[in-house]
Nanobody, 119 residues
Framework: QVQLVESGGGSVRTGGSLRLSCAVSGYAVSSYCMGWFRQAPGKEREGVATIKGDRTITYADSVSGRFTISRDISKNTLDLQMNNLKPEDTAIYSC?????????????WGQGTQVTVAS
């Protein structure tokens, strides 16, 4: 059974940093496409960053240069380092994984962790 559990959310001020982690069980993080998504109140869910099996990484324009997605194979986690946070980054952040090497059709989702950025 595949399970994804996010942690690391919280409240910070503008310009602050947070590191999110997604603990994965029943799945090897190194083998499949994985990603981080977020959903702000009243808005649709949007992709933040994805990493494919071949290590190809894609970022949303809104976070490029500030966020870094990575995999910790030893811990089997997917991480998201978020720097220079802005109020518009406030959202529930969720991790997801696809059962494919490079085809990112996300099938498994975590419950999410809240990130709040105060101005």
């Amino acid at each position: 059974q595949v399970q994804l559990v996010e942690s690391g959310g919280g409240s910070v001020r503008t310009g602050g940093s947070l590191r999110l982690s997604c603990a994965v069980s029943g799945y090897a993080v190194s083998s499949y496409c994985m990603g981080w998504f977020r959903q702000a109140p009243g808005k649709e869910r949007e992709g933040v960053a994805t990493i494919k099996g071949d290590r190809t990484i894609t970022y949303a324009d809104s976070v490029s240069g500030r966020f870094t997605i990575s995999r910790d194979i030893s811990k089997n986690t997917l991480d998201l380092q978020m720097n220079n946070l802005k109020p518009e980054d406030t959202a529930i952040y969720s991790c997801a994984t696809a059962p494919y090497w490079n085809f990112c059709e996300f099938t498994y989702w975590g419950q999410g962790t809240q990130v709040t950025v105060a101005s």
